[in-house]
């Protein structure tokens, strides 16, 4: 049985503070292990307190011609990077400025404004729960690996085992999803979610009194006073965004005639509109879109479609495919599987060969292969052909982890015996993450793994070879480089990704320090900012700005050092464990 999720709503407003202080509150993006979140968070608490920036500025803002400076009058307070979406479209993923954060947080969470938005979003709520279904609030994580596999399973139980038994009550699924919805926001509509356009509209100018409109001037002023996108990547963004969703659920509800029988599931921006006719599920459609309309959104209509299997379409296309096509034969409850060390020892004496260790091991490698209709290539070669027939779809992290459990303890000598060149395995897991930028951290780490396996003197022979007109190699991780530089290179070929620089980086972390060819190629290679200031921290030289601070005083800005934690760093292992990236496909 799930255990009970707490949501943020049910936080006092001391809670709901320290929850948005959380490293992963703060930024939602998974980073390799030794960039410290937590120290950039730490400088600023430490700076501002409870305050919010206004009430210390004279402190910390530095002051030309006897007036101290506005951060909303800078371009690129922030740092953003663009995530690939797909090979060739991007989303903005933003680091809101350490200080810009706290003071968000500080004034969100202040006693009146958190009960004034728990307030609003509950009267939302009341009005709409019993047709529409909101399963995307944040809640509150725990620590044990089953709550985090609860997370990871929280799509798949609240959208697509609702949809399934929603088939029982309506003959029609419509599926929508609002194109851009963080970067589309207009932020004068937050006041409108807030209080109602009438009211929000009164409350004009620099000072506003109202709680929407304070919020509307944050958010303006952390994006050099742009009136349109709120800052992807942070748990207030994403409450934000849902009271505003809540909004316009409302507005919604108020449009449909009460006769009309049907019922929403929402997960954030995406719709699954449930009918027993096409008519009123168009009906529905089109007063959606005349309402986003109004709030300057639009749907994705790329993403639009409407079914009467309703059970075969609660169930994403790829899944489907993927349950098909996947090589493993799946005999998990099979208690026989689920014991093979005890079944293996009271067998022993049957197994002629070596010690009571090397007979366990044997029968376990029998095991594992008696469970997989393909060899090791030919399953990789079958998660690319999934790959090319449903590309960046989030069930290849699920795929690509799959794999690696079936070649998990595997040594050089047990890939050579099944006819396996690892160089092939590595040509093909480059090959997926290419167009594939969702199993960025799954296939870098599915890599770290092959390349452990390689016996680098014995088998890069014919490389090296062709590269004998640069120097004579001797140490093994230069051998690595080598076979790096050439993934890399092949990667970079097709388009540039922010996000696969970073975890690419967290295979050579490492050797950084080390002097070599190989090294100085990689340097010159990087563009990515966070790499460039990983590389800057390991080396001595930092030179990197992520967040521009021309307006504070010197003393008071960030310590960009403290953000790469150099220990962290020689604590690696060379393979990257699963603990160190998400294995959740919604993602």
């Not at 209080?195 to 409350?203: C, L, Q, R």
């Not at 100018?205 to 929407?212: I, V």
């Not at 010159?524 to 900012?529: C, L, R, T």
Request: some cysteine; proline content about 2%.
């Amino acid at each position: 049985m799930a255990k009970y999720q707490k949501s943020i709503l049910r936080l006092s407003a001391t809670e709901a503070r320290d929850f948005f202080l959380m490293k992963e509150s703060y930024f939602s993006m998974n980073l390799p292990r030794y960039f410290d979140l937590d120290a950039l968070i730490k400088q600023a608490v430490e700076t501002l307190g409870t305050s919010e920036l206004k009430e210390i500025r004279d402190r910390i803002v530095k002051k030309e011609k006897g007036k101290n400076l506005n951060y909303f009058d800078f371009q690129d307070v922030n740092y953003t990077f663009q995530l690939n979406k797909t090979k060739t479209t991007y989303r903005p993923i933003t680091l809101i400025h350490p200080y810009l954060y706290v003071d968000l947080v500080n004034f969100l969470t202040k006693d009146d404004n958190w009960m004034e938005l728990l307030r609003r979003f509950g009267e939302l709520r009341e009005k709409t729960k019993s047709k529409i279904i909101c399963h995307s609030l944040p809640f509150v994580p725990e620590k044990d690996e089953e709550d985090k596999k609860e997370a990871s399973l929280k799509f798949w139980k609240d959208i697509e085992q609702e949809s399934i038994k929603l088939s029982l009550e309506y003959n029609y699924l419509t599926k929508l999803d609002i194109s851009n919805f963080y970067g589309s926001i207009y932020t004068h509509t937050i006041p409108w979610a807030f209080h109602g356009i009438d009211e929000a509209k009164k409350d004009k100018g620099n000072k506003p009194k109202l709680l929407g409109s304070k919020l509307d001037k944050k958010f303006r002023d952390m994006n050099n006073q742009e009136t349109v996108t709120i800052p992807q990547g942070n748990k207030v963004s994403d409450l934000i965004a849902e009271v505003l969703l809540a909004y316009l659920d409302d507005q919604l509800l108020e449009k449909l005639d009460s006769n009309i029988d049907f019922k929403i599931l929402r997960y954030r921006d995406d719709y699954r509109i449930f009918t027993n006719s096409s008519e009123d599920a168009n009906f529905i459609k089109r007063e959606l879109v005349t309402i986003l309309q109004r709030h300057k959104l639009s749907l994705g209509e790329s993403k639009t479609s409407q079914s009467s299997d309703i059970v075969h379409d609660s169930i994403k296309e790829d899944k489907h495919y993927w349950i098909e096509h996947d090589p493993v034969i799946k005999i998990t409850n099979d208690k026989f599987y689920q014991k093979p060390k005890q079944f293996a020892l009271k067998f022993v004496p049957f197994l002629r060969y070596g010690s009571r260790k090397l007979k366990n091991d044997r029968f376990k490698w029998i095991m594992d292969n008696r469970i997989y209709e393909a060899t090791v290539q030919k399953h990789l070669l079958i998660i690319k052909e999934f790959a090319d027939k449903y590309p960046n779809s989030g069930q290849l992290i699920g795929a690509l982890k799959e794999f690696d459990n079936r070649v998990s303890g595997w040594k050089n000598e047990d890939f050579a015996h099944t006819g396996t060149d690892i160089g092939v395995l590595v040509a093909i897991v480059t090959d997926i993450i290419k167009s594939n930028p969702k199993a960025t951290e799954s296939g870098v780490k599915t890599i770290s793994y092959l390349l452990s396996r390689i016996d680098y003197k014995t088998t890069l022979g014919e490389i090296l070879e062709s590269w004998s007109e640069q120097r004579e190699i001797k140490k093994d991780f230069e051998y690595k480089f080598l076979l790096l530089n050439q993934i890399y290179s092949n990667l970079a070929k097709r388009s540039y990704n922010g996000y696969l620089e970073i975890w690419f980086q967290r295979l050579v972390v490492k050797n950084l320090n080390e002097t070599s060819y190989f090294i100085e190629e990689y340097l010159s290679s990087i563009k990515n900012e966070l790499t460039k200031l990983v590389c800057d921290v390991v080396r001595g030289t930092l030179e990197t700005s992520i967040f521009q601070e021309e307006w504070l005083k010197e003393d008071k800005r960030i310590n960009l050092a403290s953000f790469i934690n150099k220990e962290k760093i020689e604590e690696l292992d060379d393979v990257i464990g699963n603990d160190e990236i998400r294995n959740n496909e919604y993602f």
